[in-house]
């Protein structure tokens, strides 16, 4: 996941903003996998993720797509502390 994560990074510095939306996409899919899983683990990756994703969502201004993956985070986050 982190690999994607930073292809997606990489590609959004380089302009290929669909390729980059493409693999945060499929970083947050497979992170949410492994983090229903194995919760106390992998919670801080899919956090990442879906911050990487709500990064790409913003620079094509997907402003409600934004939205739920901040708002998915933040309930990662909050899980990982209960």
């Known amino acids: 996941m982190t690999a994607l994560k930073n292809q ?3 590609l ?4 290929r903003s669909a390729e ?11 992170s ?3 983090s229903a899983a194995h ?5 801080p990756l899919l956090a ?9 969502q913003r620079g094509r201004a997907c402003i409600p797509l934004t939205v739920c993956a901040g708002s998915d985070q933040v309930v990662a986050v909050l899980g990982q502390r209960s």
Do not use: M, W
């Open 32 to 34: 949410r996998e492994l």
């Open 39 to 43: 919760p106390e683990r992998h919670h």
């Open 8 to 10: 997606a990074v990489c």
């Open 48 to 56: 990442s993720c879906l911050d990487s994703y709500g990064g790409q």
């Open 12 to 15: 959004a510095d380089v302009q």
């Open 20 to 30: 980059a939306l493409a693999a945060a996409e499929e970083a947050v899919e497979l």
